[in-house]
Nanobody
């Protein structure tokens, strides 16, 4: 089973909005850090936004002021509200979650990704 399940991707015109969700309920460990990454065709995967369990956030410069990351620790769900979308935001968006264990150290979990396409 895939540990993280993304939803909410789709196709929108430039200036539009989308809200991505990531269901992390299959992971039983504490997840001190979660985030969204994206990968456009022919490019490397890049960090979009991350959020700690205490709601500390970091954003890529390219999305600051347009995207908002949030998490619901009760539902174990991660969100990404994307506004004022641009064609350069087109990519597959992946959910990431990190746990730390005494035996294995850092463990990264990934979803399969959800496609976001922004047309001009």
């Amino acid at each position: 089973q895939v540990p993280l399940v993304e939803s909410g991707g789709g196709s929108v015109q430039a200036g539009g909005s989308l809200r991505l969700s990531c269901d992390a309920s299959r992971i039983s460990f504490s997840l001190p850090l979660m985030g969204w990454y994206r990968q456009a065709p022919g490019k490397q995967r890049e960090s979009v936004a991350t959020i700690s369990r205490a709601d500390g956030t970091n954003y890529a410069d390219s999305v600051k002021g347009r995207f908002t990351i949030s998490r619901d620790n009760v539902k174990n769900t991660l969100y990404l509200q994307m506004n004022s979308l641009k064609p350069e935001d087109t990519a597959v968006y992946y959910c990431n979650a990190v746990s730390f264990t005494t035996v294995a150290g850092r463990i990264d979990y990934w979803g399969r990704g959800t496609q976001v396409t922004v047309s001009s």
